[in-house]
């Protein structure tokens, strides 16, 4: 469970540089910026909706806070 979440923000991580990469070198000339961030957005929303999924499961169970 903890490897999933570890490559899941490895990779929301790898598409925020590279869209921060392609900003820098193409200064606004492509969408290669805009599809990064969707990527990442994409990533993003799949691990919260796993992290859900798991905690409905019984695979992970919340701790609370006191």
């Known amino acids: 469970m903890r490897i999933v979440v570890v490559l899941a923000f490895i990779g929301i ?3 925020l ?6 900003l820098m070198k193409d ?10 961030l969707t990527v990442r957005i994409g990533l993003s929303v799949v691990l919260f909706l796993f992290v ?5 499961m019984g695979w992970i169970e919340s701790t609370g806070f006191r």
């Open 52 to 56: 859900l999924f798991a905690h409905h």
């Open 17 to 22: 540089a590279s869209a921060l990469f392609y």
């Open 27 to 36: 200064k606004g000339t492509t969408n290669r910026t805009v599809n990064a």
């Open 13 to 15: 991580l790898a598409s």
